[in-house]
């Protein structure tokens, strides 16, 4: 009976972790939409999640050694929540603008809800990171500041290529 029964757990967990493979090589989502329209995402890395995260808290508690070429290409691209066009910096003029970010504040907090890290079917070697975020920015004047965030890291080649960026007022 003990034979059996450990048999049937072996089997049991073994068909689990089959299904967990299989799923994790299934699409998740599609592109609607521009040049690259009816590509698909499939799961991505958590240690691409979590680059795309350190990079988040190293801007908020201003630490500017974070941006080098370990975790960086040369030139990185951002699109600023209020704006359309993309801008590009390479790492010096990244920790000049985040620099010129905190200049009016004291403090800024992060609370990060959740992290998705998804790979497009165009390009295997991105991964492109979605986290939604509440951010509390306390002003050197007194006054504090809340928004909602909605953020795209772009890694590639496992390292940050860009971000994009939206916002609402609380």
């Not at 450990?6 to 592109?31: A, D, H, P, S």
Request: proline share 4%; net charge negative.
């Amino acid at each position: 009976m003990k034979k059996i029964t450990l048999f049937l757990i072996i089997t049991i967990l073994m068909t689990g972790c089959q299904n967990n493979e299989t799923n994790l090589n299934k699409n998740v989502g599609e592109i609607l939409s521009g040049d690259n329209k009816g590509s698909t995402y499939s799961i991505g890395s958590m240690e691409h999640a979590q680059l795309a995260l350190d990079f988040s808290t190293a801007f908020v508690n201003q630490d500017y050694d974070f941006v080098n070429e370990k975790n960086y290409l040369e030139t990185v691209f951002f699109y600023p929540e209020k704006g359309l066009e993309r801008l590009e910096f390479d790492l010096p003029t990244l920790i000049e603008l985040a620099k010129s970010m905190h200049e009016p504040y004291d403090s800024i907090r992060r609370n990060v809800y959740d992290v998705i890290p998804v790979v497009p079917s165009y390009d295997t070697d991105l991964t492109v990171v979605m986290f939604p975020f509440t951010e509390t920015r306390y002003r050197k004047d007194g006054k504090i500041e809340k928004y909602r965030f909605y953020e795209r890291h772009y890694i590639k080649g496992g390292k940050i290529a860009g971000v994009r960026k939206w916002s609402q007022e609380e």
